[in-house]
C-alpha cells in the first residue's frame, strides 16, 4: 500500500465527485467529521434562503407559505429516507438529549410494571444522564442498571421496561448488532431506544426491518447538519397511539391553531415536537440533506470500511512501535465510521497533527479518534494523514531520546 496505491483507489471511487458538494478549507485533511460535519454548499444555500428571501421579505408568511410549519415532519422525513425509516415516523426538534428524555419517559410510562433501565456503564454522558435523572425524578420507582451488549441476555429480566443504548460506540467505533439486539429485548418484554448520533449518515441503519421502537439521533455529525443543529425522534408506527411525550406543547397539538383549553397529540411523532422550532438551523440542516441525494448508501459504507481497512493498514505498516493501540474492532462488521487508537501522549498527539493540518480528536484518557467520511474524504487523505502522524511519532521519539540521553535533538 502506497501513495500511487491510494491515488488509483481515488480514481476508481464512485463516491469522489461528492467532495465538490463541500466547503472545506484548503490544505486541511478533515477527520472529525464524526464530531461536526462541514460546511456543504447546499447548506449554505438552505440557510441563504431562509434568511433573505422567506424570512427576510416574506416575514410571517413564513410560516404557511414557504412551508416552515411542517419543517420539523419534512425534514424528519428526509432523515428517515437515511435511517430505514418509513414516512411518518420521524420528526426533528430540540437536541440529542432532550429527545432522548422525551422518549425514555415515554418509554417508561408504557411499562408501569417495570422498574429497570439498562444501559452501558461507558455509554456517551449524555445517554447515562438522561437515565439518571428520570431514575431521580420517579422517586425510588425507576432504577438504572448497567449491561455489556455481549452479554445483554444475562442483564435482561422481567423488570427491564427499557435499554437504552448507542448503535456505534462514540469512543472505540464499535457498531452494535441492531436487529439481534433489538429482538432479544422485545423477547424480555422491554422497549429499545436507540441512539444513533454516532451512525446515522456512516453505517446502514434499519429501523423499520429492525423494529426498532424508538430511536434518537444528532444531524451535525455525519449529516453535515452545522454546530448545534436541531436533533431528531423516531417513533414506531405501531407505537404512536400509545406513547406520549411528557413535554405537551401547542405545536406538538393535533390543531395548534384552534389554541383549545385542552391537550390533544398531534398524529404520528407530531406530539414530539416541542414549542416553535428554530427555522434557520431547521432550514441549513434540510439545505445539508440535499447533498445526500442520490447517496448510495451501500457505496458509501464500503467506502467507509475501505477508508478504515487502508487507514489501518499504513498505519501498522508505517508507524510500528510508536506506542498506537487499535481500539477499533478489526472485524468490518462490528465497525462504524471512525477508527480509533489509544497512546500514552494522545492529547499531544493530536494536537501536533492538528498543527500539521490534520484534524481528528482526542477523548479521555488516552484516545485518538479519526472520523471517515466517505462522502468528502479521500484514500490519498489517509495517505497524507498517515504521513504526518509518523512525523509527529517520530518527533516524539525524538524527544524521549533527547531527554534520556540529553543530547541536542537534531532538526
Ligand atoms: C453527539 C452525541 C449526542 C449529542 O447530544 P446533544 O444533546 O445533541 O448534545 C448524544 N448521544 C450520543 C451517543 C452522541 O454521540
Known amino acids: 500500500m502506497d501513495q500511487e496505491h491510494c491515488r488509483r483507489l481515488d480514481a476508481a471511487d464512485p463516491l469522489a465527485g461528492w467532495r465538490d458538494a463541500f466547503e472545506l478549507p484548503p490544505g486541511v485533511i ?22 433573505e428571501q422567506q424570512w427576510g421579505q416574506g416575514l410571517i408568511l413564513g ?26 415516523q420521524v420528526v426533528v426538534s430540540d437536541n440529542t438529549t432532550v429527545n432522548l428524555y422525551k ?47 455481549d452479554d445483554i441476555a444475562g442483564s435482561l429480566d422481567a423488570t427491564t421496561a427499557l435499554v437504552i443504548l448507542s448503535q456505534v460506540d462514540y469512543r472505540t467505533g464499535r457498531l452494535h448488532e441492531m436487529r439481534r439486539l433489538t429482538r432479544t429485548i422485545h423477547e424480555a418484554g422491554a422497549l429499545a431506544l436507540w441512539d444513533l448520533s454516532h451512525s446515522a449518515g456512516a453505517v446502514p441503519v434499519e429501523l423499520d426491518t429492525c423494529d426498532v421502537d424508538l430511536a434518537a439521533g444528532c444531524t451535525y455529525k455525519f449529516l453535515n447538519g452545522g454546530p448545534g443543529s436541531p436533533a431528531y425522534c423516531y417513533v414506531a408506527r405501531r407505537l404512536q397511539t400509545q406513547v406520549r411525550s ?26 414530539f415536537i416541542t414549542g416553535t422550532p428554530g427555522i434557520l438551523g431547521l ?39 510508536a506506542g498506537l493501540e487499535l481500539l477499533t474492532p478489526r472485524e468490518p462488521d462490528l465497525r462504524g465510521s471512525q477508527v480509533s487508537w489509544r497512546h500514552p501522549q494522545a492529547q499531544q ?42 512525523s509527529v511519532l517520530a518527533s516524539f521519539a525524538a524527544d524521549v531520546s533527547t531527554t534520556t540521553t540529553a543530547v541536542p535533538a537534531t532538526p
Open 30 to 51: 478533515y477527520l472529525d467529521g464524526n464530531s461536526l460535519g462541514p460546511l456543504s454548499k447546499s447548506a449554505r444555500r438552505g440557510l441563504d434562503l431562509a434568511l
Open 63 to 88: 410560516w404557511t407559505e414557504s412551508g416552515w410549519l411542517e419543517a420539523p415532519q419534512r425534514v424528519g422525513d428526509r432523515i428517515g429516507s437515511l435511517i430505514g425509516a418509513a414516512p411518518g
Open 103 to 149: 422518549l425514555a419517559a415515554a418509554a417508561l410510562a408504557l411499562r408501569p410494571d417495570r422498574c429497570t433501565v439498562l444501559i452501558q456503564a461507558d455509554d456517551f454522558p449524555t445517554d447515562r444522564f438522561v437515565a439518571a435523572g428520570l431514575a431521580e425524578r420517579s422517586r425510588g420507582r425507576v432504577q438504572v442498571r448497567h449491561f455489556k451488549p
Open 246 to 271: 411528557p413535554i405537551w406543547s401547542w405545536l406538538g397539538h393535533a390543531e395548534p391553531f384552534v389554541f383549545g383549553p385542552s391537550y390533544e397529540p398531534g398524529p404520528g411523532p407530531k406530539g
Open 283 to 321: 432550514a441549513t440542516l434540510e439545505g445539508a440533506l440535499e447533498a445526500w441525494r442520490g447517496v448510495d448508501l451501500a457505496l458509501l459504507r464500503q467506502k467507509s470500511l475501505d477508508l478504515a481497512e487502508t487507514l489501518i493498514a499504513l498505519v501498522e505498516a508505517r508507524c510500528p512501535g
Open 349 to 390: 498527539l493530536i494536537a501536533e497533527l492538528i498543527r500539521r493540518g490534520v484534524i481528528g480528536d482526542f477523548r479521555p484518557p488516552d484516545i485518538c479518534r479519526f472520523g471517515l467520511t466517505p462522502l468528502y474524504l479521500g484514500f490519498e487523505d489517509v495517505w497524507h494523514a498517515v504521513d504526518r502522524l509518523r
